[in-house]
């Protein structure tokens, strides 16, 4: 296998990074296998019900409104097997983390670095898969304290401050606009090493968590403003493609036949474009590393490997130059 | 009391005995309700003067109050509302039954934010009685309760006399809290000063004797008074907005501050509002021009009159907006027009020259969705939802026309709120149901009319409401004596509302709105109960509505027809020997097979396939109350029938060339009562025998709906993790 290091921006990285079309069918399968495990536990009960009676008449002829007395009947009548199937997405979604953990190994190693194979991808990912959960069990606390603490105490402060402010002042809405936007920040910010401190693995194969946590900070270092850039690009078009596949989901009334074949490739469009949008984030992140990982590592004092791993045997590599 | 001689005090007493019941019972019911003089058998009559004292959030007041006794009793005691003690601490009936929350809001949460009211001098015709008054506890409540105060008379009222009684009180009003409060210079005083109680004579509301009805503020209770005059000057510094019930005819400034005075008859209530910062709009109804159009013609048609009898009278609306709200003006103002219509030309036209509408601060809407006699707050109105997309959210049409329908269902039809709230709460509620349905369309609760047409119609709600709770009690119950607060709002609201779409789709619009319009034209002023509604009703409609009564409204009966089983089977083909016309034949399979004479087999006719679909309808409830039935075949064949009067189930075997496709009973939804839907229907079969239904597309679009917004929710995840 032949790995080259291309030249790039980061945004342009992330994009090219979308030529891994196999990425990208990866990820959208194991989101589909995900969803449909949690769809299990209803679609017994749709069978049932909606070719049974004519609740399912109701539903598809009024959408997208469910002809509420009939939604309302059934979800009181069927409140255990939704509630299964809530419960069913939420184990399903805390599973798709862990498989994402799992997925990041792989991807920090081989994208924007030319062709390569399952087998290319899933060594690394099975090889730093526990420093990846390390690196979640660090986030996650972060998270709760940093964030979760940001705006317990800015809403309680809030509180306090405007407790006699008329509700339309100016300095309330700054106030929760200031809120929102630092919190939102600070997550980017939290997220950015998180996702950093994965990578590391990228550039020292052997570099434990909290190592990775210190090289991502120093990475970032003078340039988180580009960073969190970044982050919000990639961020906000993630969630602009949910929210409009998902409105575009709901709002298609979907009666006949064809219009039911067309919501389904919808729902696939969206999901594999969210996909893509995860890649190309990854894309971006590791592009913009790539010119800061070694001066990041000597300042570590960690062990210097080369911008690219040690070759396995039969490989070779070029470099070429800018 | 009276210092004249006795003798010249029961001529007295036995002359405004016949004035009262002249006016009760011959002025004409037109006139009753057009007149600008009061119509009202005129029971009480305040004079108060009260200043705000707007930094400790206090009231000073002077109050006269001319109690008649409308009944044929000598009275020796007065009976009080202080409500305001409802929120004195943490011990009150109200606090303990509501465990210190309501309408969002919790009491107490600093010192300064509890409310009480002090009786500092009570005089009878002169004579002190503060001292001998005492706090006590109707209704068997918590001892600490000072919510009604007993006033023992030196004298008794006589029968139909009257007692004059100077009240000097002071206030403090508490943080928006149940209605009423402060929060900062916003203020919304309800429920504010010495209000006396009704003394119900024996016969009215079904009582065997005469007495007091006077019980304490529960959490769950609201209001109930006599109607009469009020006469109210209140003194503010001059930077308030003053807004209040009735018609403000004087308004004097000195030293800093002003002096606004409110008058209105025919009122059981007065609440105010001041606030320095609200912008202050005054619009008025034109019945020339804010009618929508058809309306008229609508009601005239349901209630068989001619449109020149359905004429409405012009009013002066004053709008008092929070600054931060002025996006929502405009909704307040149509909303406010459209109700003024609908009200008047279905049940009689509103009869007071003002409404004032009030907006509260989003900080205080514990006191808005409120109403008082030609005064009701408002609310939803937040600047969030007065923005795209949540402008389409219809929360402050639907407060305000919820509110100012309250002022026909306890404004003017003075039902006892504290026993039977749903005469006022769940009439209300209905009215507004269709007042909304006539205004915005059918699907215009809550979430309306988003992109796409996600709704919920207002029948929908009700119903879900209704299914969502624990049925443990019936419609009529006193307020505080439902199982909790949940069984209180099923109970007051949506079971209302469905009762009467129950009882309208059984009695026909026409005769419906007949009966409503006459129910209230005739209690309007006066104090009604369950029975009088369905006297009303009965009457008019010509049935006898016992059933609806014993086990909607007092009872908890249930109705839940359903459709048991469903099957459709080829009929079995006739096999063995039979004698026909032609002569004797045997059939195999149906066919011909042999011959008993010299006929052949071309002779014989051909048989067609027959069908026998068997349909079991059952009603699972303990309602018997009938319901249609409809039977739908493939060929298209559609077969409608209703259960017969009274019975439990019903099996229907029909012989026919096509297989039965689906059945259904009550398909078109004319049981607002039913329980449940899902079981209202059977397909039966799948592929030709589901013909025309849709059940499998929308197995598959909602199986594949809910595995791609659980794919979407791992995606979030990813996103965040």
């Known amino acids: 296998m032949t790995m080259t290091i291309e030249p790039r921006g980061s945004v342009a990285s992330g994009f090219r990074a979308l030529r891994h079309g196999k990425l990208i069918l990866l990820l959208l399968l194991t989101t589909l296998a995900l969803g449909w495990i949690a769809a299990m536990p209803l679609a017994a009960v749709f069978q049932t019900d909606f070719t049974g009676t004519l609740v399912g008449d109701h539903f598809v002829r009024n959408a997208p409104s469910l002809a509420p007395t009939d939604f309302v009947d059934f979800y009181e009548k069927k409140a255990d097997a939704i509630h299964g199937a809530r419960r069913t997405a939420s184990a399903a979604g805390v599973l798709g983390v862990l498989i994402q953990v799992f997925f990041a190994g792989g991807i920090v190693v081989v994208l924007g670095r030319g062709p390569f194979s399952f087998g290319d991808f899933f060594e690394p990912a099975r090889r730093n898969l526990w420093h990846n959960v390390k690196c979640l069990l660090l986030f996650l606390p972060a998270l709760a304290v940093f964030v979760g603490g940001w705006f317990g105490g800015a809403l309680a402060a809030s509180h306090k401050l405007f407790e006699d402010a008329p509700p339309e002042a100016a300095s309330r809405s700054v106030a929760w606009w200031a809120t929102l936007l630092i919190g939102l920040l600070l997550f980017g910010a939290l997220s950015l090493v998180y996702d950093f401190a994965r990578a590391a693995r990228r550039y020292a194969p052997a570099i434990g968590a909290f190592r990775a946590v210190r090289f991502a900070w120093r990475v970032l270092g003078g340039a988180w403003l580009r960073a969190l850039a970044l982050f919000g690009f990639w961020f906000v078009l993630g969630a602009l493609v949910v929210g409009l596949g998902v409105g575009a989901v709901w709002l298609l009334p979907a009666v006949s036949p064809p219009a039911i074949a067309l919501l389904v490739v919808l729902q696939l469009a969206a999901l594999a474009l969210r996909s893509a949008v995860r890649v190309g984030a990854w894309g971006s992140y590791l592009a913009f590393l790539d010119s800061r990982a070694g001066s990041a590592l000597a300042a570590l004092d960690a062990r210097r490997t080369v911008a690219i791993p040690a070759p396995e045997p039969g490989l070779t590599f070029s470099r070429s130059t800018p | ?721």
């Open chain 2, 1 to 721: 009391m009276s210092r004249t001689p006795a003798l010249k005090r029961w001529l007295l007493a036995g002359l405004g005995a016949a004035v009262l019941g002249a006016r009760l019972y011959a002025a004409p019911l037109a006139a009753r309700l057009y007149a600008a003089t009061p119509v009202s058998p005129p029971v009480i009559d305040y004079t108060i003067a009260v200043s705000l004292n707007p930094a400790d959030k206090t009231l000073d007041g002077q109050e006269t109050l001319i109690w008649r006794n409308p009944s044929g009793d000598a009275v020796p005691e007065l009976r009080f509302h202080l409500y305001l003690n409802a929120f004195k601490n943490s011990r009150t009936t109200f606090q303990r039954e509501s465990g210190g929350v309501s309408r969002g809001d919790e009491a107490g949460t600093k010192p300064g934010d509890w409310g009480w009211i002090d009786v500092s001098s009570l005089q009878a015709d002169g004579v002190e009685l503060s001292k001998k008054s005492r706090f006590v506890q109707p209704d068997g409540n918590d001892s600490d309760d000072q919510t009604v105060l007993a006033v023992p008379l030196p004298t008794p009222v006589p029968p139909h006399g009257s007692v004059t009684l100077r009240i000097a009180f002071h206030a403090k009003l508490p943080k928006v809290f149940a209605r009423t409060g402060f929060v900062r210079d916003f203020f919304l005083v309800g429920q504010w000063f010495p209000k006396i109680g009704v003394y119900e004579p024996a016969g009215m509301r079904e009582r065997k004797t005469g007495g007091w009805n006077c019980h304490a503020f529960h959490a769950l209770s609201e209001f109930y008074a006599d109607f009469g005059r009020f006469d109210v000057a209140i003194t503010v510094p001059d930077r308030f907005v003053v807004g209040a019930t009735g018609k403000r005819i004087s308004e004097t400034k000195s030293a800093g501050k002003t002096t606004y005075r409110y008058v209105q008859d025919d009122v059981h209530d007065f609440a105010w509002t001041a606030d320095p910062r609200y912008l202050v709009t005054e619009f008025a109804f034109d019945p020339a021009r804010d009618v929508p159009q058809g309306w008229t013609a609508r009601a005239s048609r349901e209630l068989g009159m001619p449109e020149a009898e359905l004429a409405l009278k012009p009013v002066a609306v004053r709008l008092l907006l929070q600054p931060g709200h002025a996006r929502a003006r405009d909704r307040y103002v149509s909303s406010t027009r459209e109700s003024i219509a609908f009200f008047g030309l279905w049940f009689g036209a509103y009869p007071y020259e003002t409404l004032t509408v009030v907006d509260p601060p989003d900080d205080g809407e514990g006191a808005g969705g409120m109403e008082y006699p030609t005064f009701i707050t408002g609310g939803e109105a937040d600047s969030s939802l007065t923005r795209w997309p949540f402008d389409r959210v219809l929360g402050i049409e639907i407060v305000t026309v919820h509110e100012f329908g309250h002022q026909y269902w306890y404004g003017m039809v003075g039902s006892n709120e504290f026993e039977e709230p749903w005469l006022d709460e769940g009439i209300n509620d209905d009215s507004e149901r269709r007042a909304m349905a006539l205004a915005y369309g059918p699907r215009q609760r809550d979430v309306a009319a988003f992109p796409g047409g996600v709704g919920f119609d207002g029948m929908a709600f009700r119903h879900g409401w209704y299914r969502a709770t624990p049925n443990l009690d019936p419609i009529h119950r006193c307020a505080w004596c439902f199982a909790s607060t949940g069984t209180w709002g099923v109970n007051s609201y949506p079971k209302v509302g469905l009762f009467l779409a129950q009882l309208q789709n059984d009695l026909g619009v026409e005769t419906f709105a007949r009966a409503q319009r006459a129910y209230f034209q005739e209690w309007s002023f006066r104090h009604p109960s369950t029975s009088d509604f369905f006297r009303v009703f009965e009457r008019v409609s010509g049935r006898d509505l016992s059933t609806y009564r014993r086990n909607l409204v007092e009872g908890t009966a249930k109705l839940d027809w359903r459709v048991i089983s469903a099957r459709t089977r080829r009929e079995r083909p006739e096999e063995g020997v039979f004698d026909r016309p032609s002569g004797r034949v045997t059939l195999e399979d149906g066919e011909v097979v042999g011959f008993g004479s010299s006929k052949t087999k071309a002779d014989e006719p051909e048989r067609k396939k027959t069908y026998r679909s068997d349909v079991l309808v059952g009603n699972a409830g303990d309602w018997d109350h009938g319901a249609p039935v409809r039977l739908v075949f493939e060929d298209g064949r559609v077969i409608d029938r209703v259960t017969p009067a009274g019975a439990k189930w019903v099996r229907y075997r029909i012989r026919y060339g096509s297989r039965l496709a689906w059945a259904a009973v009550d398909p078109d939804r004319k049981n607002a009562w039913d329980w449940n839907r899902v079981n209202d229907s059977k397909v039966v079969g799948t592929g030709k025998g589901a013909a025309r239904t849709l059940g499998a597309r929308a197995a598959a679009k909602y199986t594949s709906l809910a595995a791609f917004f659980s794919g979407v929710w791992t995606q979030i995840l990813w996103a965040l993790a």
